[in-house]
């Protein structure tokens, strides 16, 4: 178990636009290669959650938040790497699109959507799994439709186990 003192803190942003949530593949010199992932980084020394989520996603994605455009869903932690990551979405607006403003270290790729079902059996960095499982939960309610069945999640979770959808969703690029 991590001691609090080497716990690295982080913040995680799920970009949403109607059903859609917007992705990007880390490249093959990373941890958790060629996984997709939301929006992250870490904070900077005593940074608020919420400012450093605002600053990760302008220097990410070129889109510029105001604190108060976050929802908090929580947290996660990363037990393979030791991290902390306090999670938000955001919905974006008409015109909004992220773009990979800035890449220095080359973790993005393209940023894609993918509607939240089809998310769900991406091969993902961990964590990331359980809260787009929540959010595609949380849609299907607040829309009146019927969510997947935990016998479905389980058929999805084969699916992915067996990468056999992988490259029919990879290939199907959603632009903004």
């Not at 993902?124 to 849609?139: A, D, E, S, T």
Request: glycine share 8%; charged share 30%.
């Amino acid at each position: 178990m991590n001691d609090i003192l080497s716990t690295r803190y982080g913040v995680a942003i799920g970009l949403f636009k109607d059903k859609e949530v917007y992705l990007s593949r880390r490249n093959e010199n990373t941890i958790f290669p060629k996984k997709w992932q939301f929006v992250n980084g870490r904070m900077k020394g005593a940074e608020l959650s919420r400012a450093g989520a605002v600053r990760i996603v302008e220097e990410h994605t070129g889109i510029i938040l105001t604190p108060e455009r976050l929802h908090d869903i929580g947290n996660i932690t990363v037990d393979e790497s030791g991290e902390f990551y306090y999670v938000y979405l955001v919905h974006l607006q008409d015109g909004e699109c992220p773009i990979n403003f800035d890449n220095k270290l080359g973790f993005y790729g393209d940023w894609r959507a993918f509607s939240l079902e089809s998310s769900i059996v991406l091969d993902l960095v961990p964590g990331i799994r359980n809260i787009l499982r929540k959010l595609y939960k949380c849609l299907m309610k607040i829309e009146g439709e019927k969510a997947l069945t935990t016998e479905e999640m389980k058929e999805a979770n084969k699916v992915y186990d067996e990468q056999e959808q992988r490259s029919i969703i990879e290939s199907d690029y959603c632009g903004c």
